[in-house]
């Protein structure tokens, strides 16, 4: 989605991953087309300013398994960081004790 601000033009992007069933990639790329344009939306921010999300484009789309189990990966992106000396080969990581916050993908 561009996000687009009527004073300052595109102000940033956000990607959303999508699950969707469809019958072949055509038909998947359809439907994704379609559920993009419904997350379209404008309204008016606290300043004032129009603002727009406007589906952009289909970034990608790969054909997952028919089942889905819990657990399947259904996206991975890895990221450069800058630098990290604290954290060796040896590191020991406490998930556990982080509790994750919310994307803000709304709960149907």
């Given at each position: 989605?561009?996000?687009?601000?009527?004073?300052?033009?595109?102000?940033?992007?956000?990607?959303?991953?999508?699950?969707?069933?469809?019958?072949?990639?055509?038909?998947?790329?359809?439907v994704?087309?379609?559920?993009?344009?419904?997350?379209?939306?404008?309204?008016?921010n606290?300043?004032?300013?129009?603002?727009?999300?406007?589906?952009?484009?289909?970034?990608?789309?790969?054909?997952?398994?028919?089942?889905?189990?819990?657990?399947?990966?259904?996206y991975?992106?890895?990221?450069?960081?800058?630098?990290?000396?604290?954290?060796?080969?040896?590191?020991?990581?406490?998930?556990?004790?982080?509790?994750?916050?919310?994307?803000?993908?709304?709960?149907?």
């Amino acid at each position: 989605m561009a996000v687009i601000n009527e004073r300052g033009g595109l102000w940033k992007r956000a990607t959303s991953v999508v699950l969707l069933r469809a019958m072949d990639f055509d038909d998947a790329f359809a439907v994704a087309c379609e559920v993009g344009h419904g997350m379209e939306e404008t309204y008016v921010n606290g300043d004032g300013d129009g603002v727009r999300w406007a589906f952009e484009r289909v970034m990608t789309l790969d054909m997952l398994p028919e089942e889905l189990t819990s657990g399947t990966e259904v996206y991975s992106e890895p990221h450069e960081v800058d630098s990290a000396p604290e954290i060796v080969f040896d590191s020991v990581f406490t998930a556990e004790l982080h509790p994750p916050e919310q994307s803000g993908v709304p709960s149907t």
